[in-house]
Each structure stands twice: as C-alpha cells, then as structure tokens.
C-alpha cells in the first residue's frame, strides 16, 4: 500500500487515520477539519428507510460507521489522542458529527484537552427532497468547534458578525467531477472554516479526507494540507481534484 505521496506542502495518505497521523510531527498542525463515520451504520440498517442500501453498500466500507458503540467510543478516543499530539496549542478543530453522537464527542474531546467551543449548524439551501411527504426533509448537519489547550485561537472574522448557522447549496456538480462521494460537503463549506481559523502558510489536517474538500480549498487559500483516507478509491479521487487546482 503506497502510504504517503508528497506534492510541495501538501501531504496525502492512503491508509488508517489513526496510524498514519503518527507520521506527523507533534504540535505542528494548526486546524483540524474532519467528518469522520458517524456509527450510525447498525442503527440505520435497523430502520425501515431508503438509506438502507447506502448504509449496507459504502458506510460499511468506512470501517468504523457498523462497529459497536463501544468500539467506536474507542476508536474515537485514539482519535483525539493522536489529535491533541499533532495540534499546535490553540488550534482549532471542526468535526462534523451526528446529533446523537455530539454529547460523546465532546466527552471524548475534552479528555484529550480540547476546549468546546460551540456547536454548529450547516443549514443546505438545496437538499434532497427524500420523502418530503412522510417527514421534515433533513437539511442539517451538526459541527462541533473545538481549541486545543486554551480557550481562543485563530479567529479571522475581519470585524463580522459570524453566526454558528452556516448556509450553503449541497455540492455542486461541478465539484464532482472526478467522481462522487456520499458525503461530500461544498467547498463553500470549507472556504468558511479554513478562511476564518487559520492563517495562510499553516497546516491543515483532515484525516477523514474523503473526496478532497478540505485538501482543495487549503491548498488554494496557501494553506499547508495533510489529508488522510483509508478507501483506494477516494484516496486517487482526492489526489487527482487537489493536484488539480492551480494557485
């Protein structure tokens, strides 16, 4: 398995989150933007829904979304201790996480030294409607906002007023062009996070990094990136949209 490919500041690999995240050096990334499985897998392939097919075909695949709740908590936990090893004191992470899930998160988080900042709300202008006639269209998404060791950080709102309800379209086709991920999220999206809680000449890190979002967007705003993915798949189709964007 090739474990890691080099292009200038950009640093992407195709394996295990958590071992792979071993490889970096401590204290020296400055914003974590991630979305990792959200171990919904069981309790969704329980349900009588259309998202059964999804939940059985690719989240399976994503390892962690059909553990058992407490390997998951575990997994987690390796999660933020690697974490809190890589991040420079008062850098920011954003993880993107199930609403079930969130009270966890964030037990699990402050374990490792993180401080809860707030949690978010990406609002899409523009979701599926699945059925709209059965229940309220789902058109949300939880983010939890975290600094390591202190309580402020980077906070680049050039004198705005920044509300933690983010709205935005779902991802356009134009960013799908090199092929499709289940949970992509629009760069729009990640343009709001990098811009606001990070500098230029700073390392990002996703280390769920899925179709590239974050990877394309720092490296377009002259941030350092380090991306992580564990499917062959995604992994080629994030590393071909980032070495495609030109600065």
């Known amino acids: 398995m090739r474990c890691g490919q080099d292009m200038g500041e950009?640093?992407?690999?195709?394996?295990?989150?958590?071992?792979?995240?071993?490889?970096?050096?401590d204290g020296s990334v400055h914003l974590i933007i991630t979305d990792p499985p959200?171990?919904?897998?069981?309790?969704?392939?329980?349900?009588?829904?259309?998202?059964?097919?999804?939940?059985?075909?690719?989240?399976?695949?994503?390892?962690?979304?059909?553990l058992e709740y407490s390997?998951?908590?575990?997994?987690m936990d390796h999660f933020f201790a690697e974490s809190a090893r890589v991040m420079a004191k008062g850098g920011a992470m954003i993880i993107f996480m199930a609403a079930i899930k969130v009270e966890t998160t964030i037990a699990?988080?402050?374990?490792?030294g993180f401080y809860y900042k707030t949690t978010g709300i990406w609002h899409k202008l523009n979701p599926m409607p699945r059925n709209m006639n059965l229940h309220f269209v789902n058109s949300t998404e939880t983010w939890l906002y975290f600094i390591y060791k202190k309580k402020t950080g980077t906070f680049n709102n050039k004198g705005m007023l920044l509300h933690d309800f983010i709205e935005t379209a779902v991802t356009p086709a134009g960013e799908r062009k090199y092929g499709k991920h289940p949970t992509q999220k629009p760069e729009a999206l990640m343009e709001h996070f990098i811009s606001v809680l990070s500098n230029e000449g700073e390392c990002v890190l996703d280390p769920f990094m899925g179709s590239g979002t974050t990877g394309v967007v720092a490296?377009?705003?002259?941030?350092?990136?380090?991306g992580i993915e564990l499917d062959k798949h995604y992994f080629a189709m994030a590393e071909q949209r980032i070495q495609g964007v030109t600065i």
């Open 10 to 25: 950009i640093k992407l690999y195709n394996g295990d989150c958590v071992e792979n995240m071993k490889k970096i050096k």
């Open 38 to 66: 959200y171990n919904l897998g069981n309790f969704m392939i329980s349900r009588d829904t259309n998202l059964k097919k999804m939940r059985e075909n690719f989240f399976a695949s994503a390892g962690w979304d059909n």
């Open 71 to 75: 390997e998951w908590v575990d997994s």
């Open 108 to 112: 699990l988080a402050e374990k490792h």
């Open 219 to 226: 490296k377009r705003n002259n941030r350092n990136f380090i």
